[in-house]
């Protein structure tokens, strides 16, 4: 009999874990969208120089990105809900990295400001592909690793991609960077649509067993539902989650457009040392970000796993006040190291709020998680549409101190909107979003 057993066991197929490569490919694929953001920052000083852009001139181009990222969230969303994760992520990825490539052939203020629009148009579909993905390819008490996957990639560009993008400018000069990112775009597109599949039980990758776990609990039947947008519109905690990642991403984008020329201007250091301190915040929250999923997948696997709920409440609330604090900390710094101390406590504490966000995506949206992960990424590239020519109109008018002081205010709307959340309660029932 236990001869019987063992050979069983043995005969018996051995559940896969693919999703986990799949979470390795959407951390690449935000890990190359931030790195092709950040370049232009990290060049911006170079560029000033060679076409003689003033702050206004750059906050504009900058802003031209969002703006066509901002247009394409929703619209994003629905191509993921409706054409899946797999075919509108690969396009996606295409369309941004051949407009990566071409920034190196702008001449002007208006081709820059043309070219990154167009960028900003083609990565627009991606994150709602990746939240479609955390939604399909993780069993319900992993969405907190799986969207980490997704904000440890945007985190972690922003802290190789200023060193990578100063050694490329010495070496190839500030056009080059963007060729050289282009072409890896490319490579990763061709991954995403090999690797990837709109559903695991597609993916011959993936044994019977693993997509079992996957979809337990789960109705297989509804997932390529459009959302109903009129009932989601009367929804007050919908706007607040959109309301609120705009001021977060508008933080985040501040750091990402501007701490680059900050560090340049206000300390006067060289490109390689810009380099290694624009690093070093997101460097922290790259880290809060993993452990703040990390954290929420513990509460979510424990005996009361509605905890993780009121956490995520929580943890968003400290996380935006410790940033503004930190930000009002680092606008009295007279030193470069002091400076770079609060910045980074301030953006690593913003991870909380990302991830509280991302993780709260899942849990509001069901099904329809592609059309509300573009709803909150409109209201976050609405935050950082303004965040570039913003900052530039402030800091020309009251300086680098004071444009951080002015930011730090901005949290209290945060708070106030995590209070109306309720990120436990689902936007639309399923018995009555599948109705409609």
């Known amino acids: 009999m236990e001869l019987e057993r063992t050979l069983d066991s043995a005969a018996a197929p051995a559940r896969t874990n693919y999703r986990w490569k799949v979470a390795t490919l959407i951390f690449l694929v935000s890990f190359v969208a931030y790195?092709?953001?950040?370049n232009l920052s990290v060049a911006t000083p170079v560029i000033m120089q060679e076409f003689g852009f003033t702050k206004i001139d750059m906050g504009f181009i900058q802003t031209c990105f969002f703006a066509g990222y901002a247009l394409m969230q929703v619209p994003g969303g629905i191509l993921a809900d409706r054409f899946g994760l797999r075919k509108t992520g690969t396009f996606a990825i295409l369309w941004w990295s051949l407009f990566t490539a071409l920034t190196a052939f702008a001449q002007g203020k208006f081709s820059f400001a043309a070219i990154r629009m167009a960028f900003g148009l083609g990565e627009g579909p991606v994150f709602p592909s990746l939240g479609a993905a955390c939604y399909k390819w993780f069993h319900h008490d992993e969405k907190g690793k799986a969207s980490s996957a997704i904000l440890g990639g945007t985190f972690f560009g922003p802290v190789v991609g200023p060193v990578v993008t100063v050694a490329l400018m010495a070496w190839l000069g500030w056009q080059g960077v963007f060729i050289v990112f282009g072409l890896i775009g490319a490579v990763v597109a061709w991954s995403w649509h090999k690797y990837t599949r709109d559903n695991p039980q597609d993916c011959p990758y993936v044994s019977a067993e693993e997509a079992e776990y996957i979809n337990e609990a789960r109705?297989?039947?509804?997932?390529k539902a459009v959302a109903p947008w009129k009932r989601l519109l009367r929804n007050h905690r919908f706007w607040a989650i959109g309301l609120q990642f705009l001021v977060v991403d508008y933080i985040m984008y501040v750091f990402l457009a501007w701490l680059p020329m900050f560090l340049t201007e206000a300390y006067g250091l060289n490109l390689k040392s810009m380099g290694f301190w624009t690093s070093v915040p997101w460097i922290a929250l790259t880290f809060m970000v993993f452990f703040a999923g990390w954290f929420s997948d513990r509460l979510a696997m424990g005996k009361n796993s509605e905890r993780q709920y009121t956490m995520r409440t929580a943890t968003a609330i400290a996380g935006i006040s410790v940033t503004s604090i930190g930000l009002y900390a680092a606008s009295q710094m007279a030193s470069v190291e002091a400076a770079i101390f609060w910045m980074t406590v301030a953006l690593g504490s913003l991870g909380f709020c990302m991830s509280a966000t991302w993780s709260s995506v899942m849990s509001l949206g069901g099904r329809f998680s592609g059309s509300v992960s573009g709803w909150i990424n409109l209201w976050g590239n609405i935050g950082g549409?303004?965040?570039?020519?913003?900052?530039a109109f402030l800091v020309e008018a009251y300086?680098?101190?004071?444009?951080?002081?002015i930011t730090a205010l901005f949290g209290t709307l945060v708070v106030v909107c995590w209070l109306v959340v309720k990120p436990g309660k689902q936007l639309l029932p399923e018995e009555v979003s599948a109705n409609k």
């Open 35 to 38: 790195m092709d953001r950040v």
């Open 399 to 405: 300086g680098w101190n004071d444009m951080f002081a």
């Open 385 to 391: 549409v303004l965040a570039p020519i913003v900052t």
């Open 219 to 223: 109705d297989a039947n509804a997932q």
